[in-house]
């Protein structure tokens, strides 16, 4: 990720009346110095609709990991980039994952733009930040249907920075997902669950078992 995004410390959770609210907002203006000269200098190849954005994130979820016993690995790897894509399906074999969208709290935003060229010039690549704060539905299963993580009951709020990136030299090149900033401020996540097995009665070697 080129020059990460710093989200503000207690972001969706602060006021523009209260004096740390106030903060935020300078801090803002600050950041958004350089993404608006990146849009000034290459607004043309940096056009991002936010219903694509929205769709790319819905498509991403139905396909991450095993939902309803579906996984089609070809499709991920045209939403997710390279990088993106070692990092979602690590861990998740043997395990079902059930993810649902509910609803978006506010609209995704975009709060970071960068462009740069790799190797040479000519070689251009743009990365948006988005800043989604939606309520979705997580549960992970292990390979014996157990409940891991989540659950299918309670939706949660959450708020995440998902990066998105795009070769720009290709015409005909999509906006893939390239990764997630998590600030140091973010709320460490729920343990998982972990299973084991119960053990039965301890056998006897010099007694037969039918």
């Known amino acids: 990720i080129m020059d990460p995004y710093t989200p503000p410390e207690g972001d969706a959770r602060l006021t523009s009346l209260s004096k740390d609210g106030v903060k935020q907002q300078v801090q803002k203006l600050r950041q958004t110095a350089a993404s608006q000269l990146a849009k000034n200098l290459w ?19 139905k396909l991450w990991g095993k939902c309803e016993n579906f996984f089609n690995k070809k499709k991920l790897h045209s939403l997710v980039t390279e990088r993106c894509y070692p990092d979602m399906v690590r861990g998740n074999r043997y395990r079902t994952i059930r993810w649902r969208f509910v609803e978006s709290l506010e609209p995704p935003r975009v709060v970071h733009v ?11 690549y743009g990365q948006v930040t988005v800043r989604m704060h939606s309520r ?32 720009l030299v290709n015409p005909y090149g999509t906006w893939r997902m390239h990764g997630k900033i998590i600030p140091e401020w973010a709320p460490p996540k729920d343990p998982i669950i972990k299973t084991v097995m119960i053990p039965g ?5 010099s007694q037969e078992h039918e």
Request: aromatic fraction near 12%; hydrophobic fraction near 35%.
């Open 43 to 61: 607004g043309a190849k940096l056009k991002f609709v936010r219903g694509k954005r929205e769709i790319l994130w819905g498509e991403r979820g």
């Open 114 to 124: 960068r462009c740069e060229s790799i190797l040479n010039r000519g070689n251009l």
């Open 201 to 205: 009665p301890a056998s006897d070697p």
């Open 136 to 167: 979705q539905i997580l549960a992970i299963y292990d390979r014996f249907g157990r409940l891991m993580y989540g659950g299918e009951e309670i939706p949660k709020d959450v708020l995440e920075y998902v990066v998105f990136e795009r070769y």
